[in-house]
T-cell receptor, first 115, second 115 residues
């Protein structure tokens, strides 16, 4: 069964460093998302991406964050100058359609720990 | 704006007993509703969704949920749980109009099935 894969599963970084979280969406999907879950809190929407541009972003997704689909298969989330409060589980998701109500397929998550 | 409240953070239950996980939402616009499940060390998986039509929806693994518009609720039920149902369950909503696929999640309910 096709699945969304994420790497790394866990990354530890020093405050101020840049991290890149990688995702390989399901191959025929066209819409991509990043969500995050800070420990003990809700899963929060960060950004949605389609046709090589951001279609919506939350207030969390400021200039510190960027997304890219560099090679037609990977979908990356870059976090510049990481802060302690960026520590969270980051989930990538993809969907076949942007149609409301369409199913999002999630990866297993990348846990980011900022020290 | 939308918000989702899952009223129970943890629900312990014995195997073969029935269970109900509660979800209430708030929205000024019409929404679609979802339940996702996260098994240990896995991504979020869609259990079921309500888009329109019958207010009782059936999902995978014997789960069902009932949409109650007047009470703005979407409680998840299973008549007889198994040990393998132990997981984190997330209720989510998205506006029924729009085209971003953005989900707003509740804080999650941990279902602990005991032998």
């Amino acid at each position: 069964e096709p699945e969304v894969t994420q790497t790394p599963s866990h990354q530890v970084t020093q405050m101020g460093q840049e991290v890149i979280l990688r995702c390989v969406p399901i191959s025929n999907h066209l819409y991509f998302y990043w969500y995050r879950q800070i420990l003990g809190q809700k899963v929060e929407f960060l950004v949605s991406f389609y046709n090589n541009e951001i279609s919506e972003k939350s207030e969390i997704f400021d200039d510190q964050f960027s997304v890219e689909r560099p090679d037609g298969s990977n979908f990356t989330l870059k976090i510049r100058s990481t802060k302690l409060e960026d520590s969270a589980m980051y989930f990538c998701a993809s969907s076949e359609s942007h149609r409301q109500g369409g199913e999002l397929f999630f990866g297993e998550g990348s846990r980011l720990t900022v020290l | 704006a939308q918000s989702v409240t899952q009223l129970d953070s943890q629900v312990p239950v014995f195997e073969e007993a029935p269970v109900e996980l509660r979800c209430n939402y708030s929205s000024s616009v019409s929404v679609y509703l979802f339940w996702y499940v996260q098994y240990p060390n896995q991504g979020l998986q869609l259990l079921l969704k309500y888009l329109s039509g019958s207010t009782l929806v059936k999902g995978i693994n014997g789960f069902e949920a009932e949409f109650n518009k007047s009470q703005t609720s979407f409680h998840l039920r299973k008549p007889s749980v198994h040990i393998s149902d132990t997981a984190e369950y997330f209720c989510a909503v998205t506006p029924s109009s729009g085209n971003t696929g953005k989900l707003i999640f509740g804080q999650g309910t941990t279902l602990q099935v005991k032998p």
